[in-house]
């Protein structure tokens, strides 16, 4: 039996079950099997050092690579049409390797200005301390990335949707600007995932994704991963995946791999779901503004048409005195979970105080930065995570919270 798959013409499908895998050789077993074997037997004249290593060869030493990490790897690669990938034990580590092998002292990037919370609170000061240059922008306005390059710009790092504020960077765009400046550009594409959106495709050098969120699915397993160009990952592998030590866990990549064989599925579900508590929230009398790229009230919506095939389940909204209503629905609400995180089959809310967030996380260095961020967040935010329940069960649960 031939178990060769043309991926090039298979449905999204197909590939989220099916790429990265195939029967095992030894025991013709159909599901992957989870190797959590540290070491392997090598040959004598193997090496000690990863400096002769090359992506396609045997197993050494699980930290340099891993039999079931690879076969996720290969299974992302297929869903981002990518030529490879690095996994990494969670969304930072992987985000720390790419911004450690793309910049040295001396060098400059431009970051999106708000972003996932961890990267940008790395960048205020952990990084310019390595005598980086940070310049943190507005993507969305593309002559504030314009400005912002240097002769010493190295990488463009922007996240679109960006989290918490939902709002949308134009990829192929800033792609453009970026590789006109002598510079390559990241993407987390984490809130968009390969459902709605590839930026390679569009022009980006590397796609960055939190494997916790979406593609695993069930929260219930960290991961990160870098997806690109050989040319560019196998010395990351090198440099920083294996130096550094940030190596995913066989365990957690099976758990991985078993949340993308639902993915697409899963997705429109989500886009469903959020669709219908969009809409609901934005006729609620207690609400006064909801963000979410699916619906015609969104500021970017055309741009979200364009860019994103699937609106994806993470909204916004804001009510009034935030700190009191997120009292209320910790208390009061019995389907959707008071807690952080995203992207998990159930549904999660979780308040965001523009005050303290703008303390320890974003840092706008101009009235029209801070104008975006109340735009869209106000004093406040509720991130609202719809996940797979019956959506109806969902609304009627905010009505009795919410009141």
Wanted: overall charge negative.
């Amino acid at each position: 039996m031939s178990h060769t798959i043309n991926f090039q013409q298979a449905g999204e499908q197909t590939k989220a079950v099916h790429a990265g895998e195939r029967p095992d050789p030894a025991t013709n077993a159909s599901a992957p099997n989870i190797v959590m074997s540290t070491t392997y037997v090598v040959d004598a004249g193997t090496t000690f050092s990863v400096e002769g290593l090359e992506e396609d060869d045997r197993w050494i030493y699980t930290r340099w690579g891993n039999p079931t990490v690879r076969q996720l790897e290969e299974k992302l690669s297929v869903l981002e049409e990518a030529e490879t990938a690095v996994a990494f034990a969670s969304g930072m580590a992987a985000i720390s390797a790419l911004l450690l092998h793309c910049l040295k002292a001396g060098d400059h990037a431009v970051i999106s200005d708000v972003a996932y919370a961890a990267l940008s609170e790395a960048t205020n000061e952990m990084i310019p301390a390595l005598n980086i240059g940070i310049t943190k922008v507005d993507t969305s306005d593309l002559e504030a990335v314009r400005a912002a390059l240097r002769p010493n710009t190295r990488l463009v790092y922007v996240e679109t949707p960006c989290n918490p504020l939902l709002r949308l960077t134009d990829i192929e765009a800033v792609a453009k600007l970026a590789h006109g400046a002598g510079a390559l550009l990241a993407v987390d594409s984490t809130f968009a995932t390969p459902a709605a959106t590839k930026p390679l495709s569009l022009g980006a050098d590397f796609v960055v994704h939190s494997l916790t969120k979406y593609l695993g699915g069930h929260g219930d397993a960290l991961g990160g991963v870098i997806l690109g160009g050989k040319a560019d990952l196998t010395p990351l592998r090198k440099k920083t995946a294996i130096r550094l030590g940030g190596t995913l866990s066989p365990f957690n990549a099976w758990l991985i791999l078993r949340g993308i064989a639902t993915f697409p599925l899963r997705m429109r579900v989500h886009q469903e779901n959020a669709l219908a508590v969009a809409a609901y929230l934005e006729r609620h009398p207690g609400v006064k503004q909801v963000a979410y790229p699916g619906l015609p009230s969104h500021p970017q919506y055309e741009l979200a048409r364009r860019q994103m095939h699937n609106f994806s389940g993470i909204l916004t909204f804001q009510t009034e005195d935030g700190p009191a209503m997120a009292r209320r629905l910790a208390e009061k609400l019995r389907i959707i979970h008071y807690a952080v995180s995203l992207g998990h089959h159930r549904s999660l809310v979780f308040y965001l105080n523009s005050r303290e967030l703008l303390q320890s996380s974003f840092r706008f260095s101009t009235p029209e930065q801070l104008a975006s961020w109340n735009a869209f967040a106000g004093d406040g935010v509720f991130r609202l995570s719809v996940g797979l329940e019956d959506a109806r069960d969902l609304i009627a649960d905010l009505e009795q919270a919410i009141g």
